[in-house]
């Protein structure tokens, strides 16, 4: 079945650090790859998004590329700040399906 | 418009105790998912539904129950709760044809 695998956490950074969280997947077909973020007492946003490979999604200054030869979307910020502390989810959906399948989560907490 | 929302927000029951928890989004969404959150695990599926009058079972359907007798409206049930049903329960939403989807805020339940 499908699966995804993100680093465990937690993570811990200073402001303005570089941030990366490695997201793999296990799927057949050519699923759409998302990063969706959880803020304290809220529920998920979707963070960006890819459909097909080598498709960069971005926003807030993050970034992910979907690599199929790597099946990997990590998850990137060159600088973040105290407001990027939140639980980063990779998850995947395959295009004839209905159902996300989520990685564990990985929290991250920024210090000033 | 107010997307996704959930009640209640917050929930304590005792072993044996029923509840029901009421997702509504007003996007006119096809699709609804009920997820549970617990630490290190991510979200699960418990139940989702297609459409209107449909519904199907996720990853993790036991001791649980749902009705979608209305489009906009996606019931979640527990005949008799168990501790191990203590959990952040999340309600999502999706357009047919679309592949992302839309979260309400969670419903914190304890069960003692």
């Known amino acids: 079945g499908d699966s995804v695998t993100q680093m465990e956490g937690p993570v811990t950074l200073s402001e303005e650090a570089f941030l990366t969280i490695n997201c793999t997947y296990t799927?057949?077909?050519?699923?759409?790859l998302f990063w969706y973020v959880q803020y304290p007492g809220e529920g998920l946003q979707l963070l960006l998004k890819?459909?097909?490979?080598?498709d960069k999604g971005s926003n807030k200054g993050f970034e992910a590329t979907y690599r199929k030869e790597t099946t990997s979307f990590h998850l990137e910020k060159g600088s973040v700040q105290v407001s990027d502390s939140a639980v980063y989810f990779c998850?995947?959906?395959?295009?004839?399906?209905?159902?996300?399948?989520f990685g564990a989560g990985t929290t991250v907490t920024v210090r000033a | 418009n107010a997307g996704v929302t959930q009640t209640p927000k917050f929930r304590v029951l005792k072993t044996g105790q029923s509840m029901t928890l009421l997702c509504a989004q007003d996007?006119?969404?096809?699709?609804m998912y009920w997820y549970r959150q617990d630490p290190g695990m991510g979200l699960r599926l418990i139940h989702y539904?297609?459409?209107?009058?449909?519904?199907a079972k996720g990853e993790v359907p036991d001791g649980y129950n749902v009705s979608r007798l209305k489009k906009q409206n996606f019931l979640l049930g527990l005949e008799s709760a168990a501790p191990s049903q203590t959990s952040v329960y999340f309600c999502?939403?999706?357009?047919?044809?679309?592949?992302?989807?839309?979260f309400g805020p969670g419903t914190r339940l304890t069960v003692l």
């Open positions: 999502a939403s999706r357009r047919q044809g679309a592949d992302t989807q839309y």
């Open positions: 799927a057949t077909g050519y699923p759409s």
């Open positions: 890819a459909t097909k490979a080598d």
């Open positions: 998850a995947l959906i395959r295009s004839n399906d209905y159902k996300l399948s």
């Open positions: 996007m006119n969404h096809e699709y």
């Open positions: 539904s297609v459409g209107e009058g449909t519904t």
